[in-house]
């Protein structure tokens, strides 16, 4: 109780002469007065000089206030009065409590407070002067005020306590890029301002000790609650305001937002961390914990994983302190008896003063005097009505709660039917992927099994081959071997005719040998004939022999010893012819000998004979059966070889004229490529080519050789196929006359290539089948891809400078030409057209005019803050090098000033053909919309270097929200024009049966049908092409590239 006497009596703040009680006043006047004295005590309370923390209740009773008399009059009237300058510690709880206004004041507070900024800024600055202790905090914290009132005063739409839902997050930017632009920023300081007053307290804290228990401690503790609050609403809404700029402007422009977004980031999850391990905050506040890893902006989906932080305040348990303490409890008198009730009791014990020592006690002070029944009336009537206030402010924060549990669960709801929506996408995604796997399992699986039949063939051929080789060595053997036996039996035979020329002597000479002897020598005789007739015949049969020749050639061995013994008895008679008559029994014995000898020899030669036969007729057949199977072979092997390649030429005409069918798909018009990756292609394509006319060169040469010409014709079909799909693709970038031309030279390539397999399917011109006209039409496609590389790839930086100069000087010859056409269109129209066409007319091309004025003051103004920067920022060097340092920059200025032009161009082109009657109004429309977002893209690219208090970007931000504006108006002619004349066309059913009006609803049915599904593919062609020109874009502007000092 002492400690909150020196408290109240330190604070020298007397109640103001306007708030003590006049008798005779109204019933107005007393409850004015009650009012203000309750609010007054409840202030004083709140804001006094001991270091604890502000109670709940007395903050409540000021938000109450607040609401009660719709501003903060009352509030300001009791803080002014208090010494905020000479004590630190109330000027800290001033600052705690005026945030709680703020925040869940009424509205008005904001407004009222505003009056005293230039006092709070004096006193922010006078507390600056302090390097510790409450001193430096209240500077920081005074300084997050200002950035607070400030940021509401200039976005109203945005609460005290910055609950807003996605959509009112919407509608604050009012649908203006630029807009969200200077949001995002402005956001970006108020969350600065909250993080470093975070900072300031946690550095003020020794952490290595239990601060939070104490009450000094929870005293510079207790405001970090509302600067949580506010940072996770912060953090939420710039998270979602970077994801949509980054759907509006390239990546490039917003660096400087995801930089700052990250070191902001990384501050706010180490506080929320080191918040959340504090005892005093963990029963008063759950604080949400950040994610891992900072949000990836240059990833579209990635929005749909970030989750809002939510921070819950649990409802604390009403304390026996809450219920009898009565906040607006007025002050007795002084002369009651001695001793006080029991609520006075209560307040003393709470308050820490005495009824003779309070400095509020007006009832003393006034000389009134009541009895005890009337002050415990009073007293009750007091409780009552405080009760009935707390109550009520207990149902106003349970309803405030119920609505933001209900927003959340709307949100929710919400967030979990896009998640179905996506879920339902994803698995229609995942169900075509799996079609098109399974269908491309069932190609790898095909070829596969061509390929291993293939390999099987060319396996099968080389063995045939091998096999052939070693018959044909076995033939060259057995042909020897025959050669051989041919001689041996020549010799055999002049020793037989040396045998009978010997037999025939001795018939001359014993022609009286009785004739036994010449039987037997005739019979001999005939057997030598018949043996020689043999021996031909075997001679014969012995040259289709192939492998068992040598069982014969042993067999002819043994014939001949037989014919060698034969000789020598013969030798032998020849010998003995003097004795033969002497001993005429002797040589009869002899040549009956002989006799059995020639029949031996007579039996074995025909034994051997007839296996002879029997195995030559055998080998005969044999080789002829290999040689018929290896004819059959080869002619097979011929044939699979063709056939082979065959297959190939078919197939790659196959895979040609599929790429071909690509180009009509309507599917492949959302596809886009760089003109620099059509060259590569074109270029691998010509060198294919060279190598399939080399390969036919060998394959005509050696026909056996077929795998080399099987690999160029499938390199050659997919690079084709490529190519031509490349080059379409290319085509969907570029403007109509090129794109027609790379499109016609595309389909001349594919011809080309279908009639150059053609030739070589046949064998009768696969030797005339040349590739000179396939080549000219590659080269002419790689041309016109040389032409369609960005020119800004090929400059040096030293000419940056003047290539700025020339932009910004082309954007403003086009738009002067755009202004004159625009003019001369008003003048024909004029002449020509009448009626509700002329008037249309008129309105369109003078909105057009006004944009086009808007957009010449933009440029003009685009110019001077260019010229600020460049002299604000080049010091001692010269323009061109300033440019060249800041290439990136100067490379985005570039590309804005040409999407200006450029649109200028197109949107008067498309109205000149609206204003004919050949032309759409959507066209015109569309080209607005263009040059709005090109004109937004050109101020965010000055805006980057340039200072923010320079008047020239103020004259830069004026002409924009002007260009946005004419555009506007070009939109609304256009589209009212468009009403007026579709306005002629009325339908007339009153002839039709119903029969007729039932189909025509079903052919209506049909055709909306057709459009939805029309539309959604439109839509997707465009978000790819979107995403596709920003990716051109970076490599033309080069923002992919990172800085080499970065």
């Not at 006034?366 to 009895?371: A, F, S, V």
């Not at 369109?844 to 004025?853: K, P, R, V």
Request: proline share 2%; glycine share 4%; net charge negative.
């Amino acid at each position: 109780m002492d400690r909150v006497k020196s408290s109240i009596q330190q604070v020298s703040n007397p109640i103001p002469k306007g708030l003590i009680r006049r008798p005779g006043a109204s019933s107005l006047e007393l409850e004015k007065e009650n009012f203000e004295r309750s609010q007054t005590v409840s202030i004083n309370k709140a804001i006094n000089t001991q270091e604890v923390a502000v109670k709940e209740k007395h903050a409540r009773t000021c938000i109450l206030g607040t609401h009660h008399e719709r501003g903060a009059h009352t509030f300001w009237a009791a803080a002014n009065r208090l010494p905020l300058s000479s004590n630190a510690v109330l000027c800290w709880k001033f600052c705690h409590v005026f945030h709680k206004l703020l925040r869940d004041g009424h509205p008005n507070v904001i407004k009222d407070s505003m009056r005293n900024k230039a006092d709070l800024s004096d006193m922010s600055r006078m507390w600056g002067h302090l390097s510790e202790g409450y001193g430096k905090l209240c500077s920081v914290y005074l300084k997050l005020l200002i950035t607070k009132m400030e940021f509401h005063i200039k976005n109203p739409r945005f609460p005290g306590n910055l609950q807003m839902t996605d959509r009112q997050l919407e509608e604050a930017g009012e649908n203006d890029v630029n807009n969200f632009f200077q949001l995002t920023v402005e956001m970006f300081d108020y969350l600065e301002c909250e993080l470093n007053l975070f900072l300031a307290v946690f550095s003020s804290l020794d952490m290595s000790r239990s601060v939070s228990v104490t009450a000094a401690g929870q005293c510079r503790l207790a405001p970090l609650i509302q600067v949580i609050l506010d940072c996770s609403h912060l953090y939420d809404y710039t998270v979602k305001l970077l994801f949509k700029l980054h759907s509006c402007l390239p990546a490039d422009t917003l660096q400087g937002h995801r930089d700052r977004f990250q070191e902001q980031f990384k501050k706010l999850k180490n506080l929320f961390y080191r918040s959340s391990n504090l005892q005093y905050f963990k029963r008063l506040i759950q604080i949400p914990q950040l994610p891992e890893n900072p949000p990836n902006f240059l990833r579209a989906s990635a929005l749909s994983e970030h989750i809002s932080p939510v921070v819950v305040i649990p409802l604390e348990a009403s304390s026996p302190e809450s219920e009898n303490v009565v906040e607006t409890e007025e002050l007795v008198d002084t002369d009651v008896p001695a001793q006080p009730s029991a609520p006075e009791n209560r307040f003393d014990d709470v308050f820490g003063t005495s009824s003779a020592s309070d400095p509020f006690n007006f009832n003393n002070q006034n000389g009134m005097y009541k009895d005890e029944r009337d002050s415990q009336i009073e007293q009750l009537t007091r409780e009552v009505r405080a009760l009935k206030e707390e109550l009520e402010s207990f149902k106003m924060e349970s309803s405030r709660l119920c609505q933001s549990l209900r927003s959340r669960v709307s949100e929710l709801e919400a967030e979990l039917e896009e998640q179905s929506h996506l879920k339902q996408q994803a698995l229609g995604e995942s169900e075509f992927l799996r079609a098109e796997l399974e269908d491309l399992r069932r190609v790898r699986e095909d070829t596969e099994k061509e390929q291993r039949s293939l390999t099987e063939i060319e396996r099968r051929a080389q063995a045939n081959e091998q096999r052939y080789t070693k018959l044909k060595e076995k033939y060259t053997a057995l042909v020897q071997s025959h050669a051989d036996l041919l001689r041996k039996n020549a010799e055999v035979t002049r020793q037989m005719t040396v045998a009978r020329a010997a037999q025939d002597e001795v018939e001359c000479v014993r022609k009286e040998m009785e004739e036994q002897v010449k039987a037997a020598q005739g019979e001999a005789l005939r057997r030598e004939k018949e043996q020689e007739e043999q021996v031909q015949t075997l001679q014969e049969e012995l040259q289709a022999s192939r492998e068992e020749l040598e069982r014969l050639k042993e067999s002819v061995a043994s014939s001949q010893q037989s014919s060698k013994a034969l000789s020598s008895q013969v030798s032998t008679l020849e010998m003995e012819k003097s004795s033969l008559a002497e001993t005429l029994a002797q040589k009869e014995a002899e040549l009956t000998g002989l006799g059995a000898e020639l029949e031996r020899v007579q039996g074995s030669l025909a034994s051997e004979r007839a296996s002879g036969v029997k195995v030559a007729e055998t080998l005969q057949n044999q080789l002829n059966e290999k040689e018929s199977r290896e004819q059959e072979l080869e002619s097979q092997l011929v044939a699979a070889r063709w056939a082979a390649l065959q297959g190939a030429l078919g197939e790659a005409e196959q895979i040609i004229q599929d790429s071909l069918t690509r180009l009509d798909d309507p599917a492949h018009i959302s596809c886009t490529s760089s003109a620099d990756y059509l060259v590569s292609r074109a270029d691998t394509a010509l060198n294919c080519v060279d190598r399939l006319q080399s390969a036919r060169d060998r394959y005509l040469t050696d026909s056996t050789d077929v795998s080399e010409m099987l690999r160029a014709v499938a390199q050659f079909a997919h690079l084709l196929g490529d190519t031509v799909v490349q080059g379409s693709a290319t085509s969907h970038m570029v403007a109509a006359e090129l794109a027609d031309t790379l499109a016609e030279d595309v389909k001349s390539c594919g011809s080309e290539a279908l009639a150059l397999l053609t030739r070589l399917k046949e064998q009768s011109t696969m030797g005339t089948a040349d590739g000179s006209s396939l080549k000219a039409a590659l080269s002419r496609v790689r041309g016109t891809a040389e032409e369609l590389r960005p020119r800004g790839l090929e400059l040096q930086q030293g000419e940056l400078g003047d290539l700025v100069e020339q932009e910004m000087a082309a954007t403003s010859a086009a738009v002067e030409s755009a202004a004159a056409r625009i003019e001369e269109m008003l003048n024909k129209s004029r002449a020509v057209d009448t009626g509700v066409k002329m008037e249309v007319n008129e309105r369109i091309l003078a909105s057009c005019t006004e944009l086009m004025e808007a957009i010449k003051e933009l440029v003009l103004s685009s110019k001077d803050l260019q010229r600020d920067i460049v002299e604000s920022g080049r010091g001692a060097a010269s323009m061109k090098e300033f440019y060249a340092k800041n290439s990136r920059w100067t490379e985005g200025l570039i590309s804005a000033s040409k999407a200006v032009g450029w649109g200028a161009t197109v949107m008067v082109d498309a109205a000149d053909l609206v204003v004919q009657g050949q032309g759409k109004f959507e066209e015109l429309m569309v080209c607005s919309h263009e040059i709005a977002a090109s004109t937004a893209q050109l101020v965010a690219a000055s805006k980057v270097k340039a200072d923010k208090d320079s008047p020239n970007l103020a004259r830069l931000q004026q002409a924009s929200r002007g260009v946005t504006q004419a555009t506007a108006g070009v939109v609304a002619s256009t589209k009212s024009g468009k009403s007026q004349i579709e306005e002629k066309d009325t339908m007339d059913f009153s002839s039709m049966t119903l029969t007729q009006i039932k189909r025509q609803e079903m052919d209506s049915q049909v055709r909306v049908l057709e459009l939805e599904t029309w539309l959604q593919k439109e839509r997707e062609r465009l978000g790819e092409l979107r995403k596709k020109h920003y990716e051109l874009a970076g490599v033309a502007e080069g923002w992919d590239e990172e800085e080499g000092t970065g």
